[in-house]
């Protein structure tokens, strides 16, 4: 499932860059985001019902001891990436005193809850399996660079900088993701195929790899490197959490 929110995603942001080449504050034209109205007032009125039963006794009131599921701080956690990292949370992870143990359409329901919690406002079709593994969550004020220190994956050519650094050049638009420190052979085969972009990052913490990562190894390869974006004026970089040869050669 995660792979293919990944592919979705990738196909969601390929081409959008700023001058930096990474994404920039406008979504694909066609793309559908959580500002289109993708869920029905019926629906968040059934997920509220639940919420209230089920979530509102950790996620609000006195005995609040869970994340706050509105407002800045929550929006900043999941956007810019579909919803169905923010489901899957939610359908495998709670409640959580007992996590999934609720019927998909009912995490559905809530989630449209959470939706109209956060003032996206209600359309004419319930929010539905699909449309949640292709609809883009995004701020009130629509797409927006990638919140600071996201966890992100990129794919782009091993390149050698100056004074023994190392740089990810003809970096691909960075995608978002919830763990990264491992990289799968799925991810690698997908990666495979993922065409080069325009973006270069300055790869750090490179010597913290697991087992003795030697750079000069794979110089020159297409690689796939999982790590937080940091993005400063002339200055884009990631802290490297996990970095593999795709290919042996970085050619078009």
Known sequence: MENRIRTVLTSLLAGIVTSAGWVSAQAP?????????VYTEAQAARGQQVYDMTCASCHEGAAFDGTVLEGGSFVNSWREDTLEPLYTYMSTGMPLDNPGSLKENVYRDILAYLLKKNSYR????????????????????????????????????F??????????????????????DQITPEELKKAEAKPLGTGTLRLQNLDDLEGGFKPEAVQGHKVLTKGVLIQQANNDRINVTALKSVAASCGP
């Open 122 to 157: 209600a359309g004419s079709n319930e929010l539905t399996a699909e449309a949640i593994q292709t609809t883009l969550l995004v701020g009130e004020d629509g797409p927006k660079p990638l919140p600071p220190n996201a966890m992100v994956q990129v794919t782009g050519c």
């Open 29 to 37: 034209k066609g793309v559908k985001t959580v500002l289109d109205g």
């Open 159 to 180: 390149t050698a900088g100056p004074n023994g650094t190392w740089t990810l050049s003809k970096g691909s638009a960075p995608s978002r993701i919830r763990e990264g």
